[in-house]
C-alpha cells in the first residue's frame, strides 16, 4: 500500500503561480512512476503530467511550457509548479503513484486538491 497526500491547491487569479505537493508514505520502494492529474465533475479525469523513477518527465499538450513536475525521492515527494495559469487550469488536481509493471501494475491516489483559477 501506498498513502498519497496532497497539498498546494487554493485560489489564484489568471496568469499566476501554484506549487502543488505529494507526500508519499508506506510501500515507497515499490513506487516507479509518480504523476498528477485532474477531474471536473462529470468528466474523465485527464494526465496533467508524470515521472518516471528515472526523471523523465512527460506533460498534456494543455500544460506543456506552463507547469513543471519533480520529484524528491530522498524526500518521498512529488511536486507540480504551476505557471500562467489560465481558468480552464480549474480543477481537482490529484496525486498518482504507480507500483509493478504490466498486469500487476497498481495505481494508488491521493484525497485530491481544489485548484480554482479565478479574478
Known amino acids: 500500500q501506498v498513502h498519497l497526500v496532497e497539498s498546494g491547491g487554493g485560489l489564484v487569479q489568471p496568469g499566476g503561480l501554484l506549487r502543488l505537493s505529494c507526500v508519499a508514505s508506506?510501500?515507497?520502494?515499490?513506487?516507479?512512476?509518480m504523476g498528477w492529474y485532474r477531474q471536473d465533475p462529470g468528466k474523465v479525469r485527464e494526465l496533467v503530467a508524470r515521472i518516471t523513477g528515472g526523471g523523465t518527465a512527460f506533460y498534456a499538450d494543455s500544460v506543456r511550457g506552463r507547469f513543471t513536475i519533480s520529484r524528491d525521492d530522498a524526500k518521498n515527494t512529488v511536486s507540480l509548479q504551476m505557471a500562467s495559469l489560465k481558468p480552464d487550469d480549474t480543477s481537482v488536481y490529484y496525486c498518482?503513484?504507480?507500483?509493478?509493471?504490466?498486469?500487476?501494475?497498481?495505481?494508488?491516489w491521493g484525497q485530491g486538491t481544489q485548484v480554482t483559477v479565478s479574478s
Open positions: 508506506g510501500n515507497i520502494f515499490s513506487v516507479n512512476e
Open positions: 498518482n503513484a504507480q507500483t509493478g509493471a504490466g498486469r500487476g501494475r497498481l495505481n494508488y
